[in-house]
């Protein structure tokens, strides 16, 4: 039973720690409704597995940590709010969301120690609060319209307004009264440009901002900016693009599963055979499966790209939650079929543990030699050549680390020589270290690695040196979880596996033989049309992560190729590495997200995107308390121009014009 839509997207919010809960249409499936919200992955599994379709709610209130602003246009919402805005300023960009009958959730964090409950109507017609005792349907639920719940944004929640807590809040934080003091000189301008701009976001019409700027300026402004100024302001606020759904919002479901076409050949078969018996994800299963049997066949098949020669080794990486992900179940099942298919791989080449560059050397070294004087007399008379250690004939080496934060702590420390062997051991099999009392090297080494990691960890021990300098591009990075709820276990026999393990074995030899591969014409024709996509740089650490696509997927349809016993790679091994491949930018997009590694040009980026209408440079200075020199922001804002994020436009405001900078995506 695999996993429906509804459960994918359930299982994602609960891996961000909010807790969810099944609804029928709006209806609690559960005995207690929204207090049995959880983000347990088995309790929620049980739940879609009685209800497949059930759509996806969250409770409101402490639980979630959020309230919902309910805006229904139909009955005055957007006016409503907007009157509200002329009052108290506008609303701070937040994580917002369309239902399919037209209206908007606007979702709010609280702050600690607030309890805001349910109410209708207290802020006015259209708008409902959805707190204490409440709870929303999230997307991609389906409405009972027939249209989907869909994020219009992918902001952050934003913190509760200090007014809109003095309105709601049972019992406000001491110490933050509102207080109308008007908009000063010097901050008019800004003040209007916002307004403007969170009000066309919201779909208003050029007239309705407008006459709403001129209020606000009549009624706040100190002294009030001219009339005709106001309406420039109004004028360029209104060309901002109404806000659309979008399909990447911060809280984003779990990538789409595999496409079939990844399930190609004997590597189809396999999964489909384990797959029915455990809890394991798929896309775990296939791409162990592998990196697995790329090691064992060896390093004698490869594929020419220039002069350099693509060897069957991968480096993956299953991302996770602990423990109930199904990360080492996964492993296991494919251990166990090499057992069956190739006994002497699967007994002597595994090996587990990634604590240093020397101690991955040692598993591949070549024979350590030393030279020992020749004495005649007391006198040296030459030196003769003695074998201190035979190393190892067998340069095959399966690297299982269940714990990869483990690994990725050690390279951290200072002279650990970890992360260069790794990625040598990916580029060319030759190893060594310049550590001066370690003699052990390697050459033909044919490493491929399979590590297990929670994404929380990863985020958390995976610095920016490992993600820039190449380390991290060399692995495939794979989003895993429990695919199915399986009380009793399942009850994979070796009467099922023995007829693909014997189909496996006759690959592996086949693998062993060495060929050198190539493509035929029509996978060269498929090559032709993606490659540019492939090789297209992209910004950010995401780009640099998936910055090795075209020699990733040519590894992987190497690999497919020989499992059919080919040395001729054809369209169908090309299409199911493309698959396999996409799956990974998708579970790098969901694990890593768009950051950039630099943490200035990343914030402003992350607000540039939650605020359409843009920022002016003092609203940016305001970002970071005023704390960092111009000097600095300058550069951050260089390096959002340079990757194409963001650009700057001049706003005329009767005046000097104001030099407002925009998320590229705002511009389209």
């Known amino acids: 039973m695999t996993a429906s839509p509804m459960l994918h997207a359930a299982l994602g919010y609960a891996e961000r720690g909010i807790p969810v809960f099944p609804v029928r249409g709006k209806r609690p499936l559960t005995d207690h409704g929204f207090k049995d919200a959880s983000t347990g992955p088995d309790q929620i599994c049980r739940w879609w597995a009685q209800w497949p379709d059930a759509n996806v709610a969250i409770p409101t209130g402490r639980p979630s940590g959020m309230i919902v602003l309910d805006v229904d246009p139909r009955h005055g919402g957007n006016e409503s709010l907007a009157a509200l805005e002329r009052k108290y300023g506008a609303l701070p960009p937040t994580l917002e969301s369309r239902t399919g009958g037209g209206g908007r959730h606007l979702f709010l964090k609280l702050r600690d120690g607030q309890t805001i409950r349910n109410s209708a109507g207290k802020l006015g017609a259209g708008l409902d609060v959805r707190g204490k005792g409440g709870y929303v349907v999230l997307p991609p639920s389906p409405h009972l319209s027939g249209e989907n719940y869909t994020w219009v944004n992918n902001c952050k929640p934003a913190p509760l307004p200090a007014w809109m807590i003095e309105v709601l809040c049972d019992s406000p934080p001491v110490g933050e009264p509102v207080l109308d003091t008007g908009i000063e000189k010097g901050r008019r301008n800004d003040a209007l440009i916002r307004l403007g701009g969170a009000m066309r976001r919201r779909g208003c019409t050029p007239r309705t901002i407008e006459l709403a700027l001129l209020a606000e300026n009549a009624d706040r402004c100190k002294p009030p900016l001219p009339e005709r100024e106001v309406q420039q302001i109004a004028a360029s606020a209104s060309r901002y693009p109404i806000a659309t759904a979008c ?34 994800d798929p896309a775990a299963l296939l791409i162990q499966f592998l990196a697995a049997f790329g090691n064992a066949i060896g390093g004698s098949s490869f594929f020419l790209v220039e002069s350099d020669r693509h060897r069957p080794n991968l480096f993956v990486a299953l991302v996770g939650q602990t423990s ?96 260069g062997v790794i990625r040598d051991a990916w580029d060319t099999g030759n ?23 929670g994404r929380q960890e990863l985020l958390h021990y995976l610095n920016l040196t490992e993600l820039g300098n190449g380390f991290a591009n060399r692995f495939l990075w794979v989003s895993a979880r ?18 693909v393990a014997e189909r496996l074995a006759g690959a592996v030899a086949f693998g062993k033989e060495g060929h050198e591969q190539r493509r035929d014409d029509e996978a060269r024709e498929i090559w032709r049309a993606v490659y540019p996509k492939l090789s297209e740089s992209k910004p950010g650490l995401f780009g640099a992560i998936i910055s090795r696509g075209p020699a990733q997927v040519v590894r992987l349809s190497s690999l497919f190729s020989l499992l059919d016993r080919s040395d001729v790679i054809r369209r169908c091994h090309l299409l199911a590495a493309l698959a396999v491949w996409d799956y990974c930018v998708a579970s790098a997009r969901f694990i890593f997200g768009d950051a950039l590694g630099y943490p200035e040009a990343d914030r402003i980026f992350s607000e540039l995107r939650a605020s359409p209408e843009g920022l002016t440079r003092t609203e940016i200075s305001a970002l970071f308390g005023r704390n960092r020199a111009m000097g ?27 030099e407002t900078w925009i998320a590229a995506d705002s511009t389209k």
């Not at 996964?330 to 699967?346: C, P, T």
């Not at 600095?632 to 104001?658: Q, S, Y």
Request: aromatic share 6%; hydrophobic share 35%.
């Open 431 to 453: 190893l060594s270290t310049l550590t001066k009392n370690s003699p052990a090297r390697a050459t033909g080494a044919h490493i491929s690695i399979v590590t297990h990691i």
């Open 632 to 658: 600095e922001i300058e550069a951050a804002l260089h390096c959002l121009e340079e990757c194409g994020l963001a650009r700057r436009l001049e706003v005329g405001t009767g005046g000097r014009p104001t």
């Open 247 to 280: 399909n990447s919002p911060q809280l984003a479901p779990w990538p789409d599963p595999l496409a079939p076409e990844a399930f190609h050949g004997i590597a189809g078969e396999i999964v489909s055979v384990i797959e029915p018996q455990t809890e394991s």
């Open 324 to 419: 109930v992900s199904r990360k080492g179940t996964s492993w296991g099942h494919i251990r166990r079929l090499f057992q069956f298919a190739d006994h002497d791989w699967a007994a002597n080449r595994i090996r587990t543990g990634l604590s240093s560059g020397e101690g991955l050397i040692w598993h591949v070294r070549d024979p350590i030699e030393r030279q020992s004087p020749v004495r005649e007399k007391g006198r040296i008379v030459s030196y003769e050549t003695q074998i201190e250690d035979n190393g190892v004939t067998d340069k095959r080496a399966m690297i299982f680390e269940a714990e990869f934060s483990s690994a990725l702590k050690v390279m951290a420390r200072e002279g650990n020589t970890l992360s």
């Open 482 to 499: 429990r695919s199915k709820i399986l009380p009793d276990g399942g009850s994979l026999s070796s009467e099922q596996l023995t007829p």
